[in-house]
Each structure stands twice: as C-alpha cells, then as structure tokens.
C-alpha cells in the first residue's frame, strides 16, 4: 500500500489510528499519525490525489462571489482523464474511510459528490469536477491546456 | 410501434380509444414489443390501443454455478422462508424491521431484481436472431445478426479494480431470447408485478426510511442550486445575476422551494417516520397473507386459518416494539423552527463547502450560460 493512501485511510475516521505514531511492519514506514485535524485531512488529500490519481495542483480557475466561510478550505488541480473516468476512482479512494452522503450528480455540466469524514472531530468534503471544454473562459485558459478535468475539493467543519 | 417502452398517460390513451370509437374504419393500432421481466413497460398509466409482442429473455451464466437444492413444495418453501425472516425480524443486530423489509422486497418483487434491470437492456430481435439454428433467411436478419447490437451482459466490461486502475470483468452470461407470444394491450398477463410494485416498493422504502435519507443528503445542495436557477431565469444580465447570487448565498437559511416540498409531501415526509412505518408494515402484511394464501392454496382448510393466525400472533408481540424505535416527529418539520407555528416557511442554512461551490464564478457562468446560451461562444 502506498505512504499517501495508508496516510490517508488511517487520518480519515479510524480510532486505532489516534496515536501519535505507528510503524507499518511490512515495509518499516513511519507514518506520522496525527489527530483527524483538517489540515493533516487537506495535507493527506492533496497527497493522495496527486500520487493515486496523478492530480496536477494549479490556482483555482474561477473566483468566490463570497469569501469562503471561515474553516473551509478549496485545493483545485487538473486532470488529464476525464470527469466520467474520475467518478468511481474517488469513490473508491474514500469509500472505506469517509460517507457518502451525496452520490454523484451532475449539474450545469458540474460533477458533484458529498461526503462526510467521520472523527473526531467530523469533516464536510465536497468534490467537483468539469470538462473545461464545457465553458469558453476554461477553453481559452492557457492553464487548463491539454487537461481532461478541472477538479477541486472543499473542506469544511460542519458534516451536516 | 415501440420496443420496451414505457406507458403514457390514461388521458392521452382515453383520446385515441375514443378516436378509434368514432372512427373505427381509421381506427390506430399500437404494437408494443417487450421483454418479459422489463420493468420500463410496468411505468407509466396505459398502454394504447393494441397489440404486445412478448420475448421472454434466457440467460446462461458463463461461470459455472454452484449446485442448487431441489426446491421444496410450495408450503414447505413458505414456512423456511418465514423462519428465516422471522429470525431477521427478532434479531436487533441485524436491524431487526429493516432485514426484514428486505425479505420481502427480494421474496416478493421477483421484477425487481437484477434480472429485470437486464431485461430491459437486451436487444430483442439481434439477439433472437442470433440464436436462430439455421441462420438467417434474408439479407434483412443476416445484416441483423451482423451488425445488431449485443445484450451488454454478453460483453466484456472495463470495471475499476479499486486501487485506481481498471480490469477486464468476463461476459457473464450468454443470452438468448425466444419469442413466446401476442396478447391484446386489453389483457396483458405479464404485468403481474405492478400491483407489487405500486404498493410495495414504497412501503418497504418507508419502513427503511429510504425516502428521507435521499431527501436529507440532497436537500441543501439542491435548495442552493435551485435558488441560482431561478435568479438565471429572472436577471437581466449577467453582472447583476452575480450580484444577486452573493446576496442569496450570504443569508443564514434558504426557503426550500416549492417542487421540493411538492416532493416531500408525495413521499409522505409530512407525516411522521413512525406513521409512515406503521402504515408500511400493514401493507407488507397484507403481502404476507396473500404469499400464505397462495402457498397454501389446495392444502386442506385448516392451514391458511392456521397460518393467518401464527403471523397474527407473531407480528402482534414484535410490533410495538419495532414501531417505538421510528421517531414520532414529521422529517419536515426539522426544517421550521422549534415550536414554529404549521405555516411557518421551511428553511434550511447550508454549509460553507455547498456555498463555496455555488459561489464559484466558473460555476456560476455556466449556471447563467443554461438561461442565456447565446451569452457566450
């Protein structure tokens, strides 16, 4: 099992993994297990998407019409695959550790999916994803070239 | 002519017959072709004026399956099966009213299950064709045969092995379908599963609280969007649309909308989880009484009465209990303020994650672009 997705799968939700440290035996990696604090949560998704899923970190495409509420946090990033292609991977990269609260659904173009990450404390997590092809301002972004997706995730504290 | 469809409404139905009526030297005829086990022709209100066309679908797993005991009599059958269902019930562990709710829906609604999703997606007449021992006739069938498309169960599938790759899922059956028959649309026999279906489905879905957990994890995301379309619809252009998009999305609470309650309301989430159960319980009695009736049919007189009255009995020392676990108070009213008279507006304050998404201005331009396509190239 890969460093970012044992990181991951023990910070999201499990109990056993509230220690301060633990050694895995097979490969003798020592994980630094923290508390379920969403900076190690946002730390850990970062990492996961990147290596597990080859996610490209880039500055978000769009604005906020309003600030972002305080605690929340949104990391965006770009995709060479597709949204529909993406769909069950991230499900499946969150499935044992996270609920599903909202499934897929698609909107204006825009995948969404809502889960809960389960503490303590709990986390609210939003994914989304779109084809820049869907938009002429993401077609003409020059930071979007050759990109498949456009991806972004929002952490927030309420889990309902 | 129409392949597996679904029905259309009575009173569109009702038009055409009395067409026929008035005019029966012109008088339209439908011709309706089906899978048996289709769930698709099982919607809607009524089928026009015809004649149905039915393939009854086999399918030939490609594993080989594990050896199957000889089915019991029919009575016999039906008393394992209450046993079973008896334990899932008592047992709290296994969510006692919920495995149970389960049973039924697996014993009772045989068009529900797995097979009836694949029956609506066979390709009835290249398949039929296919497994024709002599081959097509006419250039017609053979280009049929050649280029007609496959039931997708005989494909190879290219599923997610969970661990971000993928692996190639095996065809899982060989499929063939046979043509078994013509019936008037006035007397269709096949449809045996609707009353099932109408009556059961929704009990079950209550006695799971199916309905309210899809209503609860949808409903702030789908308040949020709901008020943005609306605002699309209305504003006259797109930098005001943005100004009114922050002012909606800086309000503690949204009011639900009106199709959203509309949808509340048919799914009976007006009225309490325990009302709601209860009356879903009653119905899936019923159920149970008309399988004893059926399993006991031919048997001497004694059975049926004894068996009505061991469920009786048994259902009457589990019921209280199992009902005093659903919550009294209707899935609405948590969103009205405590102690809120029954009018009071029903509100809901949605997350920061939800409103950072409908705030995104790539989302928003693309929410106005639906209303105003011509807004953008």
Not at chain 1, 125 to 153: I, N, Q, Y
């Amino acid at each position: 099992m890969s460093r970012p997705l044992l990181v991951l799968m023990c910070t999201l939700l499990s109990t056993s993994c509230t220690e301060k440290s633990r050694t895995t035996g097979s490969e003798g990696v020592t994980v630094d297990v923290k508390l379920n604090t969403k900076p190690d949560l946002v730390q850990d998704l970062d990492q996961l998407l990147t290596t597990e899923l080859k996610w490209k970190p880039i500055s978000c495409p769009g604005t906020q019409l309003i600030p972002l509420a305080p605690g929340t946090v949104k990391h965006c990033f770009v995709s060479g695959e597709e949204p529909e292609a993406l769909l069950t991977r991230i499900s499946d990269l969150l499935a044992k550790r996270s609920q599903k609260k909202m499934p897929w659904r698609q909107d204006a173009g825009f995948w969404v999916s809502d889960y809960v990450v389960q503490g303590p404390p709990s986390h609210g997590l939003l994914f989304s994803l779109v084809a820049p092809g869907v938009s002429a301002a993401m077609r003409e972004d020059p930071l979007l070239k050759d990109a498949g997706t456009v991806a972004w995730f929002i952490v927030d504290n309420d889990p309902g | 002519m129409v392949f597996q469809a679904a029905n259309i409404s009575q009173q569109d139905v009702a038009r055409v017959e009395a067409y026929n009526k008035a005019h029966p030297e012109r008088a339209v005829r439908s011709r309706s072709y089906r899978v048996d086990g289709d769930v698709v022709p099982t919607s809607g209100e009524a089928t026009l004026p015809g004649q149905i066309y039915y393939f009854d679908r086999a399918g030939q797993a490609t594993v080989q399956p594990k050896p199957v005991t000889p089915a019991p009599p029919a009575s016999e059958h039906f008393w394992q099966r209450w046993e079973r269902q008896g334990q899932g019930w008592v047992d709290d562990k296994k969510n006692g009213a919920l495995a149970w709710a389960g049973g039924q829906l697996t014993a009772n609604m045989p068009y529900l299950n797995a097979a009836a999703s694949k029956g609506h997606v066979v390709p009835m007449l290249a398949t039929s064709i296919r497994g024709e021992r002599q081959g097509p006739t006419d250039p017609q069938r053979q280009a049929l045969l050649n280029f007609g498309q496959r039931d997708e169960n005989e494909l190879a599938h290219r599923i997610s092995d969970g661990k971000g790759g993928f692996m190639t899922q095996p065809a899982q059956e060989h499929v063939r379908t046979v043509f078994s028959g013509s019936y008037s649309t006035a007397r269709d026999p096949r449809l045996r599963g609707e009353p099932v279906r109408k009556t059961a489905v929704p009990s079950a879905m209550d006695l799971t609280q199916g309905y309210v957990g899809v209503f609860q994890d949808n409903i702030a995301y789908d308040t949020g969007l709901g008020h943005l379309f609306a605002l699309a619809s209305k504003a006259k252009d797109y930098k005001t649309f943005e100004q009114q998009v922050a002012q909606v999305l800086v309000k503690p609470s949204l009011e639900l909308l009106p199709e959203d309650l509309a949808l509340a309301r048919q799914l009976h989430l007006d009225k309490s989880p325990r009302a709601n159960a209860t009356a879903a319980l009653k119905n899936l009695i019923d159920f149970q009484r008309t399988d004893i009736d059926k399993a006991t049919s031919g048997l001497s007189d004694r059975w049926p009465v004894h068996a009505r009255t061991t469920t009786d009995r048994f259902l009457k020392s589990k019921y209280d209990d199992q009902m005093a676990k659903y919550s009294t108070a209707p899935v609405l009213n948590t969103y009205q303020p405590k102690g809120a008279p029954a009018d009071a507006p029903f509100r809901i304050t949605l997350p920061g994650r939800i409103r950072a998404q409908l705030a995104d201005t790539t989302f928003v331009r693309q929410i106005w672009s639906l209303y105003h396509p011509g807004a953008q190239k």
